[in-house]
């Protein structure tokens, strides 16, 4: 089993910055594609961004190409989304996955193992 943290969350104006990270512990094998997801209230859970194991393949939706930033540390497990540029739209939970997949899916089916989320507010 693979447990993933998240932390990070909280409020911020249109236009500031917040940086999320996501610990794993567990079976860590298994963490070979790592990234995240949100889901607004009323909304699907939707992709935002994924790296795979070497970091070789990242992979952004479209809505964040440009503003946001996922970045790796495999010595600890680790991964972390920088959003800058934010704006209301952006307001969700943000979970993140893993999976033992080596190829980065952006459908949350293609993901076995969650965090709790962590709340992004972002005022007007």
């Known amino acids: 089993q693979v447990q993933l943290v998240e932390s990070g969350g909280g409020l911020v104006q249109a236009g500031g910055s917040l940086r999320l990270s996501c610990a794993a512990s567990?079976?860590?094998?298994?963490?070979?594609?790592m990234g995240w997801f949100r889901q607004a209230p009323g909304k699907e859970r939707e992709f935002v961004a994924a790296?795979?194991?070497?970091?070789?393949?990242?992979r952004y939706a479209d809505s964040v190409k440009g503003r946001f930033t996922i970045s790796r540390d495999n010595a600890k497990i680790t991964v972390h989304l920088q959003m800058n540029s934010l704006k209301p739209e952006d307001t969700a939970v943000y979970y993140c996955?893993?999976?033992?997949?080596?190829?980065?899916?952006?459908?949350?089916?293609?993901?076995?193992?969650w965090g709790q989320g962590t709340q992004v507010t972002v005022s007007s």
């Open positions: 996955a893993a999976d033992i997949r080596t190829y980065i899916l952006t459908v949350k089916e293609g993901y076995n193992y």
């Open positions: 567990g079976s860590t094998f298994s963490t070979s594609v």
């Open positions: 790296v795979s194991w070497r970091g070789g393949s990242i």
